[in-house]
């Protein structure tokens, strides 16, 4: 079993840039190596409606959920957690850090240009064009919002161009030691 530099594995970014498809596949992957671990879908654990007033992403409910599942999959057995999801400010990143029980935590975060964005969008969206416009307007808002952050240490990742299992063994290299 390799060791690990990390811990958690926070894979970030705007809309469309792979997140989930990431880290699906990098736990895939930590699971070929040997690697006891979870990967977690941020997005489940905030659908919940209607969201507050003051919280339309349901960030509060979404780190309740990770914490405690987090916690579950820790004692269960877990080495690694990856977790998809949008961290907007450091503030938040050391919320979702400490939800995951992190003591080194990988932020990763995924950017990707415009025109995949559309195209990746508009095959996940086929059959629902107000979901694929309220989409395609907030990329380069939250793309704006993240290249603003100021996160220190991430690790980018422009996936624009390379394949799920390129940007997965990039990630791969600064988790296994």
């Known amino acids: 079993m390799p060791d690990l530099r990390f811990d958690a594995v926070l894979i970030n970014g ?13 736990g895939d992957e930590l699971e070929r190596r040997g690697v006891a671990g979870a990967v977690i879908d941020v997005d489940w654990l905030r659908r919940a409606w209607p969201a507050p007033a003051d919280d339309p992403f349901q960030t509060t409910l979404a780190l309740e959920n990770l914490q405690t599942i987090a916690s579950n999959f820790r004692r ?33 975060r995924l950017t990707a240009a415009s025109d995949a964005i559309r195209s990746r969008l508009a095959r996940r969206h086929d059959d629902d064009e ?6 395609v307007q907030r ?39």
């Not at 705007?14 to 990098?26: H, Q």
């Not at 907007?88 to 990143?93: N, P, Q, S």
């Not at 107000?130 to 989409?135: I, P, R, T």
């Open 130 to 135: 107000a979901g694929l416009q309220w989409h």
């Open 76 to 108: 269960a057995g877990a080495r690694v957690l990856v977790a998809a999801t949008v961290v907007e400010t450091l503030d938040e990143l050391q919320r979702n850090a400490t939800a995951l029980g992190s003591n080194r935590l990988l932020h990763v």
């Open 139 to 177: 990329h380069p808002v939250l793309a704006s919002i993240l290249d603003q952050a100021g996160f220190p240490d991430e690790l980018i990742l422009d996936t624009t161009h390379k394949a799920v299992d390129e940007v997965v063994q990039e990630v791969i290299a600064a988790i296994v030691g």
């Open 14 to 26: 705007s809309v469309g840039t792979g997140k989930t498809t990431t880290a699906e596949r990098l």
